[in-house]
T-cell receptor
Framework: NAGVMQNPRHLVRRRGQEARLRCSPM?????VYWYRQLPEEGLKFMVYLQKENIIDESGMPKERFSAEFPKEGPSILRIQQVVRGDSAAYFC???????????????FGPGTRLTVT | SQQGEEDPQALSIQEGENATMNCSYK?????LQWYRQNSGRGLVHLIL?????REKHSGRLRVTLDTSKKSSSLLITASRAADTASYFC???????????FGKGTRLHILP
């Protein structure tokens, strides 16, 4: 069972370009989460999605950022008109559709390191 | 906010010694999790402790949870060079599946 996959692993974009980050959850997982990590900091929640639904986007910047998790294919985090401050590591995690005491246990991908020049 | 906050921010110990990291949080939780992150790499899930559990072991790891004090500790016994990493606690609670991370403790094991 392959783990969470993210690609690309490294992405370099010039200011003003678009960045597309992809995440394929573990097999059988229907919940996807995106996090951003700045250097020397912890992970900051961005968005929580289930298939074709955004459940919680309270951590997403109001502009330029969007996320989707279509019925088929990977989840996409899209950053339009990137700026230098968007440079960070972006991690995706997935979890199975369970509730109860193990709620929240997530499995992380290796991350995409975005550098904006 | 239910954000976890780790203490200390950084810790250096000799190989073979035990390392203890603490985490405090603010609101009620369903569970608390510890993760490890090696420099420049993704996160590895270490252990999950439920709100009705007080202690849990996994290999050289021992996690305690005190819900009355809203705190948890991670103990790594007989530390090894490979334990050098950042350690994060994350809490899950309320009605959603979102987990909130602290800023982490950077652990450095000296040879």
């Amino acid at each position: 069972n392959a783990g969470v996959m993210q690609n690309p692993r490294h992405l370099v974009r010039r200011r003003g370009q678009e960045a597309r980050l992809r995440c394929s959850p573990m097999k059988g997982h229907s919940h996807v989460y995106w996090y951003r990590q700045l250097p020397e900091e912890g992970l900051k929640f961005m968005v929580y999605l289930q298939k074709e639904n955004i459940i919680d986007e309270s951590g997403m910047p109001k502009e330029r950022f969007s996320a989707e998790f279509p019925k088929e294919g990977p989840s996409i985090l899209r950053i339009q008109q990137v700026v230098r401050g968007d440079s960070a590591a972006y991690f995706c995690a997935s979890s199975p559709p369970t509730g109860g005491p193990n709620r929240g246990e997530q499995y992380f991908g290796p991350g995409t390191r975005l550098t904006v020049t | 906010s239910q954000q976890g906050e780790e203490d200390p921010q950084a810790l250096s110990i000799q190989e073979g010694e035990n390392a203890t990291m603490n985490c405090s949080y603010k609101t009620s939780i369903n569970n608390l999790q510890w993760y490890r992150q090696n420099s420049g790499r993704g996160l590895v899930h270490l252990i999950l402790i439920r709100s009705n559990e007080r202690e849990k072991h996994s290999g050289r790891l021992r996690v305690t949870l005190d819900t009355s004090k809203k705190s948890s500790s991670l103990l790594i016994t007989a530390s090894r060079a490979a334990d050098t990493a950042s350690y994060f606690c994350a809490t899950a609670g309320g009605g959603d599946d979102k987990i909130i991370f602290g800023k982490g403790t950077r652990l450095h094991i000296l040879p």
